[in-house]
């Protein structure tokens, strides 16, 4: 992988919003107002006079979950990338957040534990934090603020279709329930999320669709709520992840994760693969934390407040748009709607982030608004080819495994690279950093194949040995 890739990661995860407001654009539409849509929303408040979000749900002004997004009841962590950019754009907002309930780890300070088969990594003592809430909470906190913003406000509706004038987006067209409606828009932005129909639309419409690949990742989540015991202190630790190996995870766990919530909560999440469903009754729950670290028990000691809500994903999915051959112009794609990965590696919502940040790129080098924003998916594309490396690369290595298929020597290497640095990271804060630099999406994942950093990683392992 090239150095110029790694520095344009680089530069997408440490950019900053512009300084002040230029609209070249009058009216921008986002059709769906979740994490994705809302972000790429107070990216376009610099760049259009109006921007128009329309989203088919019911917005609940609290943190409630809601129809469309599904996951919601799921453990949500916000990763560092995601983090920076949120605080970015809205600032002030983790304040806000903490004073709402939210928790802030540092898991530089060891705040934030992640074991594999039980043995925590080291400390890395570098400038990483994650923010705990819930996702209902963390969606209803960026949604007021977005909202705030001048010129931005929210429709309720489902979009239905584009109109199209000499080869650009012109409209949105959208039901409310009662009557038909179409808003004239100069850019049109995609957050429909994962079922977006936007393929459909433009291929009806005599434009190329773009090829959807799918690589089957069969997960089963279970998550539940329990209260937080009074005694717990900032010097507890608000957010723990356990990856267990193959067959090694009590009751079919392949990975649990236990963040502390707002209303003095812990969110608890067991994940297994396949047939394995762990966490099917509150005991078989509680059994299997207590069964995987002291933290995972101490989270589920509490009254259960919410009961077991379970979600299935059958596979992760992402759409070509670079490559089109006829494509509108004034038309853009984030979030699900682009890509969605196995989410036990929870890139999701940092994603959207970086693909705001790429809008924010696009928009601001004054591109020819008359052509397809070929810019734009080529700076996602770096986005996508990274989340994907990580998710993807994790589910071939265990299909592999299960269907006993020896990979090509290249992929071997790559893993024996990747197992020798997870290994160092439980003994060197070193490389603990540079893995959780690719964990938290503030580096490329090219990175970790730096021959210093395997250099270092396998002299450790030669040493635990
Ligand atoms: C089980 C699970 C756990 C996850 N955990 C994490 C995690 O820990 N960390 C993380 O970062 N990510 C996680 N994710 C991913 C995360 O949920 C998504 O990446 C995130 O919600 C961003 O998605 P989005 O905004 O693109 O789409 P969505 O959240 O799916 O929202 C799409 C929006 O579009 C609206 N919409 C759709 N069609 C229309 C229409 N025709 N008209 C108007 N509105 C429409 C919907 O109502 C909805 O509001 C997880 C996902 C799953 C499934």
Known sequence: ??????????????????????????????????IAGLLAARVLSDHARRVVIIERDELPATG????????????????????RWVERWLPGFTQE??????????????????????????????DHHLLTCSRPFLEARIRARVLARP????VRGRATGLSY??????????????AEHTLAADFVVDAMGRGSRLSEWISQDGYDKPALER???????????????????????????????????????????????EDKQWLVMLMGYGDDRPGRTIDDFRAA??????????????????????YHQAESRRRHFTGLGRFPARLVVVGDAVASFNPVYGQGMS?????????????????????????????QQLVVDAAWAVSAGGDSARLDALAGVEPPEDVRRQRWALQQVIGASIVDGSVACSFNDVSYMLRHPATLADPALLERAVAANQNLE
């Open 1 to 34: 992988m090239s150095d110029s890739v790694i520095s344009a990661f680089d530069g997408l995860v440490a950019a900053a919003p512009p300084a002040a407001s230029t609209p070249k654009l009058d009216t921008a539409c986002v059709i769906g107002g979740s």
């Open 64 to 83: 409630q979950s809601r129809p469309s997004v599904p996951q919601d009841h799921q453990v949500h962590t916000l990763l560092p990338a995601g983090h």
């Open 97 to 126: 957040a903490l004073d709402m309930g939210a928790v802030l780890a540092d898991a530089g300070a060891g705040r934030v534990l992640t074991a594999f088969d039980g043995h925590p990594q080291a400390p890395s003592h570098a």
């Open 151 to 154: 010129g931005v406000s929210l």
């Open 165 to 178: 004038r000499d080869g650009a987006v012109s409209a949105v067209s959208y039901t409310d329930g009662t």
């Open 215 to 261: 690589l089957e990742s069969p997960i089963n989540y279970a998550t539940a709520l329990f209260e937080r015991d009074v005694q717990f202190t900032d010097l507890d630790v608000p957010c723990a992840l356990a990856l267990c190996s193959p067959g090694a995870g009590p009751d079919g766990v392949s990975v649990a994760a236990a963040n502390a919530v």
């Open 289 to 310: 934390c207590a069964a995987l670290l002291p933290v995972f028990a101490q989270a589920t000691a509490g009254a259960v407040t919410r009961d077991i809500v379970t």
């Open 351 to 379: 994603s959207a982030a970086l693909h705001g940040s790429c809008l924010s790129a696009y928009l601001a080098g004054d591109p020819d608004l008359t052509r397809p924003a070929t810019d734009f998916f080529a700076l």
